[in-house]
């Protein structure tokens, strides 16, 4: 099993940038494929950004693409999420996940508790 923790989050104006961070533990996560989602109040989780075991492979939702960049250090255990050109639309609870499958919806197996993101118009 492995242990999840997001960090970066924050206030930040419109236009400006976020770099989160997700550090695990328990088991390396070069088992797993890993993945970046939010959720903003009432609204249903949903795809950030996902990058396979090896780093080869990555995808974006449209609305973040261009503007976000994942990525991922296996030697450390630690994923990360550089957002650039924030915009309102932006905040919400970002969440690192870890899974046997790269998948492109929240059904990773393992999640961290969430790191909150606000953008200030």
């Known amino acids: 099993q492995v242990q999840l923790v997001e960090s970066g989050g924050g206030l930040v104006q419109a236009g400006g940038s976020l770099r989160l961070s997700c550090a695990a533990s328990g088991r390396t996560i070069s088992r797993y494929h890993m993945g970046w989602f939010r959720q903003a109040p009432g609204k249903e989780r949903e795809f950030v950004a996902a990058?396979?075991?090896?780093?080869?492979?990555?995808y974006y939702a449209d609305t973040v693409k261009g503007r976000f960049t994942i990525s991922r250090d296996n030697a450390k255990d630690t994923v990360c999420l550089q957002m650039l050109s924030l915009k309102p639309e932006d905040t919400a609870v970002y969440y690192c996940a870890a899974g046997r499958r790269l998948l492109l919806n929240p059904g990773y197996d393992y999640w961290g508790p969430g790191t909150q993101v606000t953008v200030s118009s």
């Open positions: 990058i396979s075991r090896s780093g080869d492979s990555t």
